[in-house]
């Protein structure tokens, strides 16, 4: 009878360890979130409420959308509006929830080769770099500071495909990585604000232009749809949407700072 209860016990042990190691859920999000530390404060306080882990993947909003279409994530957390309301008329989400915004900032070397430091029309200052064939970084890997980057250079009338010469680095990398290569080559590129706040390794690098309207970064956050994958976690994954875009939530995200500054602004409907 002893060793009955003695292997009941390691089973019932055993089903609790499993289930306590399957309260987690993917989310697949940007570099941008990851590299400006929002993750490393939300995190923890979501967490700690709920006792659901997250497991972030930061790749380009392209590749985190593809991996929500494959199934490979609970939820995405992106900013590349178009991308993101294409994802759900496709049925990959459930719904598109409109989170937080920031912008995007034109940096550039000191020296301002291309001498649009200080303006704020990111399309002018495209012009010039491009005129001048200035040396400008550009992350090349279909996130959402890529998408956002070809949208701006066609607004300039400029085809990069076309027009790209030894002047225009083409990285495949995230931000940070972007940036470092900006800061190496003394070129021009185009960041989030919040990755370009938490970024260390800055050299000759300072914002050149910002404050333009057309710089505005919208972030959303979707339930990948578990009519497609089964094996989605719903309830988990339904939870941090809901929390993410809920006055607990927005408060957090609205009180992360580097030296002072905001790097994201809440803004759920």
């Not at 990851?34 to 006792?51: A, C, V, W």
């Not at 992106?78 to 989170?99: D, N, Q, S, T, W």
């Not at 704020?120 to 500071?145: H, Y």
């Not at 939870?239 to 875009?245: L, Q, Y």
Request: charged letters at 20%; one cysteine or more.
């Amino acid at each position: 009878m002893g060793l009955m209860r003695f292997l009941l016990a390691l089973v019932l042990c055993s089903s609790f360890s499993i289930e306590a190691q399957q309260r987690f859920i993917t989310v697949a999000s940007t570099t941008s979130t990851e590299q400006s530390g929002l993750f490393r404060h939300l995190l923890p306080i979501f967490e700690q409420k709920t006792g659901i882990q997250v497991r972030v993947v930061a790749l380009g909003t392209g590749q985190a959308l593809d991996m929500g279409k494959r199934g490979d994530a609970d939820v995405v957390f992106v900013h590349a509006k178009a991308l993101e309301e294409k994802f759900i008329a496709e049925g990959y989400g459930v719904k598109r929830f409109e989170v937080m915004y920031n912008d995007f900032v034109l940096v550039g070397p000191k020296s301002d080769p291309a001498k649009v430091s200080g303006t704020r029309d990111i399309v002018a200052a495209l012009q010039k770099i491009r005129a001048a064939q200035a040396p400008f970084a550009s992350r090349g890997d279909k996130s959402g500071t890529h998408f956002a980057e070809l949208e701006l250079w066609k607004l300039a009338g400029v085809d990069i495909a076309k027009d790209q010469g030894p002047w225009y680095r083409d990285t495949g990398s995230g931000m940070g990585p972007t940036l470092n290569t900006a800061a190496g080559m003394n070129a021009y590129t185009l960041a989030d604000r919040g990755t370009w706040l938490s970024f260390k390794n800055r050299g000759e690098l300072v914002i050149s232009v910002a404050g333009d309207q057309r710089l505005f970064n919208q972030y959303g956050v979707m339930l990948v749809n578990p009519a497609k994958h089964a094996h989605v976690k719903n309830e988990m994954g339904q939870a941090f949407v809901d929390w993410v875009v809920a006055p607990e939530g927005q408060k957090a995200i609205a009180e992360y700072k580097i030296g002072g500054e905001q790097l994201f602004f809440p803004n759920a409907k």
